[in-house]
């Protein structure tokens, strides 16, 4: 009679609900061994939680990443609810492979790998929420980002202009020059002409008044000046105007190339900007990178966490009845083995013993 009741409190006070089985299966423990060790079921239930929400995290970490590149949310949640299975059946496994039989260097040796592999995740996990978080002065340092490279983009472009159209700038220049010589000559030549009318005495003048001989040879010297200018400005303007439309040609290309180059840079937002964007942030601001260092030291102690719990708990029932589980499967696989090499032998022996036996027969025949 109290045997009974003692097996039905024992039911009761043992009775597992479904949130707590949940949390059970997140932490990676067989079910079926937690059943028999409920004095383990809140530390499982505790390293299930963390798993748990690590992948929650992960999967809004992942979510807002994939928003920022593709800016469609039912990818973004898709692929946010992908990443977060992958970290949370990772984790489990993580948590899972850490046995407590053996020495403290050997659990120590196999939980090195696990807690780099969880600090990896951790930082991972940490960079999208880290943009989230500051988000704002993400976006102030974008903008500040995409008006430096205008900036730079605009001094390339000036610089190619240069360097494409400088040799037609250099013979347009000479071109120019020439006719400035050519109208010098005949603004020289009128002018002597207009002396030698006048009567105003030179070195190059007569000093007398009138038209005269000398005048008219100088009128027919600025005449002569007047056709060589017009001559080679009629004899050069096809050649100008193919000068100025190549200029124009360079200036038009490469202003198209700088309008389609700055409708790229104004899209200057994705993840890969933003990370670039906080980069630059953490180093200009000392309070925003210790933020950042802090959001990114939680995240890593969220991941590891249930690696140290396992590592620093002691030895509990669940770690004795799972030792033993798999020692008698270990056993088991053994002894069917062994039997199954005995069988083995005792055919061949069989065998090499009928064999001899059908020898002697014929021999003695």
């Given at each position: 009679?109290?045997?009974?009741?003692?097996q039905?409190i024992?039911?009761?006070n043992?009775?597992?609900?479904?949130f707590?089985?949940?949390?059970?299966?997140c932490?990676?423990?067989?079910?079926?061994?937690?059943?028999k060790t409920?004095?383990?079921?809140?530390?499982?239930?505790?390293?299930?939680?963390?798993?748990?929400?690590?992948?929650?995290?992960?999967?809004?970490?992942?979510?807002?990443a994939?928003?920022t590149?593709?800016?469609?949310?039912?990818?973004?949640?898709?692929?946010?609810?992908?990443?977060?299975?992958?970290?949370?059946?990772?984790?489990?496994?993580?948590?899972?492979?850490?046995?407590?039989?053996?020495?403290?260097?050997?659990?120590?040796?196999?939980?090195?790998?696990?807690?780099?592999?969880?600090?990896?995740?951790?930082?991972?996990?940490?960079?999208?929420?880290?943009?989230?978080?500051?988000?704002?002065?993400?976006?102030k340092?974008?903008?500040?980002?995409?008006?430096?490279?205008?900036?730079?983009?605009?001094?390339?472009?000036?610089?190619?202009?240069?360097?494409?159209s400088?040799?037609?700038?250099?013979?347009?220049?000479?071109?120019?020059?020439?006719?400035?010589?050519?109208?010098?000559?005949?603004d020289?030549a009128?002018?002597?002409?207009?002396?030698?009318?006048?009567?105003?005495?030179?070195?190059?003048?007569?000093?007398?008044?009138?038209?005269?001989?000398?005048?008219?040879?100088k009128s027919?010297?600025k005449?002569?000046?007047?056709?060589d200018?017009?001559?080679?400005?009629k004899?050069?303007?096809?050649?100008?105007?193919?000068?100025?439309?190549?200029?124009?040609?360079?200036?038009t290309?490469?202003?198209?190339?700088?309008?389609?180059?700055?409708?790229?840079?104004?899209?200057?937002?994705?993840?890969?900007?933003?990370?670039?964007?906080?980069?630059?942030?953490?180093?200009?601001?000392?309070?925003?990178?210790?933020?950042a260092?802090?959001?990114?030291?939680?995240?890593i102690?969220?991941?590891?966490?249930?690696v140290?719990?396992?590592?620093?708990?002691?030895?509990?029932?669940?770690?004795?009845?799972?030792?033993?589980?798999e020692n008698?499967?270990?056993?088991?696989?053994?002894?069917?083995m062994?039997?199954?090499?005995a069988?083995?032998?005792?055919?061949?022996?069989?065998?090499?013993?009928?064999?001899?036996?059908?020898?002697?027969?014929?021999?003695?025949?």
């Amino acid at each position: 009679m109290i045997k009974n009741q003692l097996q039905h409190i024992s039911r009761v006070n043992h009775r597992m609900n479904w949130f707590q089985k949940f949390l059970l299966i997140c932490s990676g423990g067989n079910i079926h061994i937690l059943r028999k060790t409920p004095s383990e079921w809140n530390k499982f239930a505790g390293i299930g939680g963390i798993v748990l929400f690590t992948a929650v995290f992960a999967t809004l970490s992942a979510g807002y990443a994939m928003f920022t590149v593709f800016d469609d949310i039912w990818t973004a949640s898709g692929f946010g609810i992908l990443w977060g299975l992958m970290i949370f059946n990772l984790d489990r496994y993580i948590v899972s492979s850490i046995k407590k039989t053996g020495t403290w260097w050997n659990q120590i040796l196999m939980a090195v790998p696990r807690l780099i592999l969880a600090t990896f995740l951790g930082i991972i996990i940490s960079k999208p929420l880290e943009l989230k978080i500051f988000e704002k002065e993400v976006n102030k340092q974008l903008n500040t980002i995409i008006q430096r490279n205008k900036t730079q983009l605009q001094a390339e472009m000036n610089g190619r202009i240069l360097q494409q159209s400088g040799p037609f700038e250099t013979e347009k220049k000479q071109i120019s020059s020439k006719i400035a010589d050519y109208q010098k000559s005949y603004d020289s030549a009128a002018v002597e002409l207009e002396k030698e009318i006048l009567g105003k005495q030179s070195g190059l003048t007569s000093g007398k008044v009138g038209f005269g001989s000398n005048a008219k040879r100088k009128s027919e010297l600025k005449e002569q000046r007047r056709q060589d200018l017009e001559n080679y400005q009629k004899q050069i303007a096809p050649r100008l105007e193919y000068l100025d439309k190549e200029i124009s040609k360079v200036y038009t290309n490469i202003e198209t190339e700088r309008n389609k180059t700055e409708t790229f840079e104004d899209k200057f937002n994705g993840f890969a900007a933003r990370l670039q964007a906080l980069d630059e942030l953490g180093k200009s601001s000392a309070i925003i990178g210790l933020a950042a260092a802090f959001i990114m030291g939680l995240f890593i102690c969220l991941e590891i966490s249930p690696v140290l719990v396992k590592l620093i708990s002691s030895v509990g029932p669940y770690d004795y009845l799972l030792d033993k589980t798999e020692n008698d499967f270990r056993l088991y696989a053994k002894e069917k083995m062994e039997k199954g090499n005995a069988g083995t032998d005792w055919r061949i022996d069989d065998f090499k013993e009928s064999l001899g036996k059908g020898n002697s027969e014929n021999s003695s025949s």
